[in-house]
C-alpha cells in the first residue's frame, strides 16, 4: 500500500475547498473516531467532488451502491430536482442504522431511500432510470454492478466508480490481492467498452467517472 496522494497538497485541496456543512462534519467525525473502517468514508474534497457533479446534473434518480455511514449519500443527494430521489443500498445492517440516524437529520430525508441487503437483488426490483450511478461497494462485484447498472442509466448518464487505484496497489507489475485484481480489471473493461466514454481521476483513492454515450 503507497501514499498514492503528498498529504500537504491534500490539506492544500481541502483548504482551499468549500467546507462541509455541519451534518456531513458530524458523519466524519462519528465515523473517525467509532468506526473501524473509517477510511472507506468518501471524505470532504471527495464529497464536494459528488455534490459538485450532482448539482449540475439535478438529477431525478441516483442510486449509490455501498451506503457506509451516509457521507456521500448526503452529497449526492444535495444536486437532486425538486421531485428527486436517492437510493443507497447498504448490506450490513449495523452501517445501514448508523446512516440511517444521520438521514433522519437532513432536512430533506423524504428524498433519501435506504435499502438493506444485496444490491444485485435490490437493483433489479427498482425499476428506475438513474442519472447517476455511484460504486462504492464491494470490490470484486464491480464489474457485476456496471453491467446491471448501464442498461438501467440514461443516455448521457454517469456511473461514477470508487476506489479505482486501490491504494496504489493496481500500479505493481504484479497484481496479488483479489480486490486490486478485480479493479484492475474493471478499470480494463471500461476502457475497452464503446458504449461509454471515461475519465480517471486521480483523488484520494481514485474516481473513475463514465459517461454512457
Not at 468549500?18 to 462519528?30: F, R, T
Not at 457485476?144 to 479505482?164: C, R
Not at 484492475?184 to 467498452?193: G, T, V
Amino acid at each position: 500500500m503507497m501514499d498514492l496522494i503528498n498529504k500537504k497538497v491534500e490539506e492544500y485541496a481541502a483548504h482551499f475547498s468549500s467546507h462541509e456543512d455541519e451534518l456531513l462534519a458530524e458523519i466524519a467525525q462519528y465515523t473517525n473516531q467509532n468506526h473501524p473502517h473509517a477510511q472507506m468514508l468518501s471524505g470532504h474534497v471527495q464529497g464536494k467532488i459528488l455534490e459538485t457533479i450532482s448539482c449540475l446534473a439535478q438529477p431525478e434518480y441516483i442510486l449509490e451502491i455501498g451506503t457506509f455511514t451516509g457521507y456521500s449519500a448526503l452529497c449526492l443527494a444535495k444536486g437532486l430536482s425538486s421531485t428527486g430521489e436517492l437510493h443507497t443500498i447498504e448490506l450490513r445492517e449495523e452501517d445501514a442504522a448508523i446512516a440511517n440516524g444521520f438521514f433522519s437529520k437532513y432536512l430533506h430525508n423524504n428524498k433519501i431511500v435506504l435499502h438493506v441487503g444485496n444490491a444485485m437483488d435490490i437493483i433489479p426490483v427498482l425499476d428506475k432510470e438513474w442519472d447517476i450511478v455511484f460504486i462504492d461497494a464491494d470490490k470484486v462485484s464491480y464489474i457485476d454492478y456496471y453491467e446491471l447498472t448501464l442498461p438501467l442509466l440514461k443516455q448521457n448518464g454517469l456511473i461514477i466508480a470508487d476506489n479505482v487505484l486501490f491504494h496504489g496497489e493496481v500500479l505493481e507489475e504484479n497484481i496479488k490481492g483479489k480486490n486490486a485484481k478485480a479493479i484492475h480489471d474493471f478499470n480494463k473493461l471500461i476502457a475497452k467498452d464503446d458504449r461509454v466514454e471515461q475519465v480517471m481521476l486521480t483523488v484520494r483513492d481514485g474516481l473513475l467517472l463514465i459517461r454512457k454515450l
